[in-house]
């Protein structure tokens, strides 16, 4: 690659990269997994930045890629595969334990966590990513009305989760 295009690709990377990671972070719930699959999608991306001018949201575009690669990641024979008799201790949360909100965030996580592939998917992309319904059903190869209806559905889900959840208990406390 040029050095010229090899600059621009690093530049755009480095200004997305903690976003990213965010953002399939969130839809793995595991971090380890979540750098595994920016990496691929960052990797075809660099495989295909010199034709990237002919994108016209790029933004959207690396969107896409990161999250086909979680779902690709998801559907790995291996991903599934345990190798140990128990399973490990759940990662950290990826803040200092200082800040303020962090059970809520965690409580929140977890929550989403227990929310089906699909809806999870469409929530974050949705509220963290904030994409539009027509650009979620276009990520997703889904109908606007598929992605409104899982959004409806899952946003109704973790209502219910949160409400039965110590969610419920770490909002009264702080209050």
Known sequence: MRPDLEHDYTQYVA??????HRIAYQLLGDRHRADDAVQDALTSLYQHWPRVHEVHNLDA????????AVLSDRRRFWARVQLWGSPPEPAGPPHPPDEPGVEQRMVLRQALRALPEGQRTVLVLR???DLPVEEVAAVLSRSEGTVKSQTSHGLRALRRLLDVSEFSALRDGAA
């Open 15 to 20: 200004a997305r990269l903690p976003r990213l």
């Open 61 to 68: 575009y690396v969107h896409t890629m990161v999250v086909r």
């Open 127 to 129: 509220f963290l990513c």
